[in-house]
Nanobody, 120 residues
């Protein structure tokens, strides 16, 4: 059974940093075509944050986080990270990691989410 588990969320002041982790079990991240991070605020739709492609490691970011967030992977630890720097109050959300077997189409697997709260 495939399972994704996020960790690393918490409360941080504006301008601070957090690193989120997404650990996979039941399947290695290297076997997925793409792993992404998303976030959601209550009452709003889930929004894309960043993604990394397994083949070559190409990354892509939402404009709102470009230059502040970095997605990376450690295949040996079967973990994908989201390093978040220069955090802003508007980054407050529940952050989810997701994975899919193809570079197109919807994500197949989702984690349970981790709360990130940025105080002003």
């Amino acid at each position: 059974q495939v399972q994704l588990v996020e960790s690393g969320g918490g409360l941080v002041q504006a301008g601070g940093s957090l690193r989120l982790s997404c650990a996979a079990s039941g399947r290695t991240f290297s076997s997925y075509a793409m792993v992404g991070w998303f976030r959601q605020v209550p009452g709003k739709e889930r929004e894309f944050v960043a993604r990394i492609i397994a083949n070559g490691g190409s990354t892509y970011y939402a404009e709102s986080v470009k230059g502040r967030f970095t997605i990376s992977r450690d295949n040996a630890k079967n973990t994908v990270y989201l390093q978040m720097n220069s955090l802003k109050p508007e980054d407050t959300a529940v952050y989810y990691c997701a994975a899919k077997s193809q570079t197109w189409g919807p994500y197949d697997y989702w984690g349970q989410g981790t709360q990130v709260t940025v105080s002003s």
